[in-house]
Nanobody, 121 residues
Framework: QVQLVESGGGLVQAGGSLRLSCAASGTVFRINAMGWYRQAPGKERELVATITSGGSTNYVDSVKGRFTISRDNAKNTVYLQMNSLKPEDTAVYYC???????????????WGQGTQVTVSS
């Protein structure tokens, strides 16, 4: 199994920046991709950004040009650099890993505990 621990959330004014970190530990056969999701009150959890094992990235349209996902394989850590933050970015941000366990042929999702990001206007 994979354990994911997020950090770096906080309170920031609109236009400011935050950098989220997600440290992964544990054992699986293969991690297909990792990403960041967010969930605001009253809304469904949405995909923010993903990065594959090969380094390809994708972003939801609303954060393109403002957020950057990256990884440090040596540290087993994924980052989300968030610039030009807007109040609508306020949410709990969750780290996600899509991985294939040793004892299954079906990939599964692993989730961190979430970190709160609040952007004031």
């Amino acid at each position: 199994q994979v354990q994911l621990v997020e950090s770096g959330g906080g309170l920031v004014q609109a236009g400011g920046s935050l950098r989220l970190s997600c440290a992964a530990s544990g054992t699986v056969f293969r991690i297909n991709a990792m990403g960041w999701y967010r969930q605001a009150p009253g809304k469904e959890r949405e995909l923010v950004a993903t990065i594959t094992s090969g380094g390809s990235t994708n972003y939801v349209d609303s954060v393109k040009g403002r957020f950057t996902i990256s990884r440090d394989n040596a540290k087993n850590t994924v980052y989300l650099q968030m610039n030009s933050l807007k109040p609508e970015d306020t949410a709990v941000y969750y780290c996600n890993a899509n991985a294939l366990p040793y004892d299954s042929s079906i990939p599964r999702n692993y989730w961190g505990q979430g970190t709160q990001v609040t952007v004031s206007s």
